[in-house]
T-cell receptor, first 114, second 112 residues
């Protein structure tokens, strides 16, 4: 099993450009998440998807959109990148509530917006 | 304030024990977790404790849970330079939620 995979690993964008971060998991998990990590801020939830066909906003959704393409894939889109979106982005998946609910994280995408 | 609080930094000498502390607020949490993030990588579950336990030991790791004070700690015995990482405390989502709550992470620096 590959676990949670993310592409790309690194990206540099100019202000105003758009891009999509891709995430896929092969653990048959229902729940998937997008977080951003900034120094001293810990992890902040951008969007999550409790199951295929549903998405919900997290703590910091402004400037982002998501698509739960199927059970395996959950993408994050920046329509018009801003320097404030320079961050490390992590995708995660988890088992359903009621189990140990461990989250599995991808390796991250390091995004710089100039 | 934050739901899960941790100190941001801890510095220890190689071979000493490290103790990373965490306080949480949701008394309904079923599980409490410690995740480890090595430089340049994603988070990985290190260990977790079920809420009806007081202690869990796994090789060099000891997790202590004080439910009365809502306090969780992670002790690493014989700390090595490879233990240098950020350690995140997290709690189960509250009932009806899918969102676990993470602390901001404690950066553990191990020096010779």
């Amino acid at each position: 099993n590959a676990g949670v995979t993310q592409t790309p690993k690194f990206q540099v964008l100019k202000t105003g450009q758009s891009m999509t971060l891709q995430c896929a998991q092969d653990m048959n998990h229902n729940s998937m998440y997008w977080y951003r990590q900034d120094p001293g801020m810990g992890l902040r939830l951008i969007y999550y998807s409790a199951s295929e066909g549903t998405t919900d906003k997290g703590e910091v959704p402004n400037g982002y959109n998501v698509s739960r393409l199927n059970k395996r894939e959950f993408s994050l889109r920046l329509e018009s990148a801003a320097p404030s979106q320079t961050s490390v982005y992590f995708c995660a998946s988890s088992e359903d509530p009621g189990s140990s609910y461990e989250q599995y994280f991808g390796p991250g995408t390091r995004l710089t917006v100039t | 304030g934050e739901d899960v609080e941790q100190s941001l930094f801890l510095s220890v000498r190689e071979g000493d024990s490290s103790v990373i502390n965490c306080t949480y607020t949701d008394s309904s949490s079923t599980y409490l977790y410690w995740y480890k993030q090595e430089p340049g990588a994603g988070l990985q579950l290190l260990t977790y404790i079920f809420s009806n336990m007081d202690m869990k030991q796994d090789q060099r790791l000891t997790v202590l849970l004080n439910k009365k004070d809502k306090h969780l700690s992670l002790r690493i015995a014989d700390t090595q330079t490879g233990d240098s990482a950020i350690y995140f405390c997290a709690e189960t989502p509250p009932p009806g939620s899918y969102i676990p709550t993470f602390g901001r992470g404690t950066s553990l620096i191990v020096h010779p």
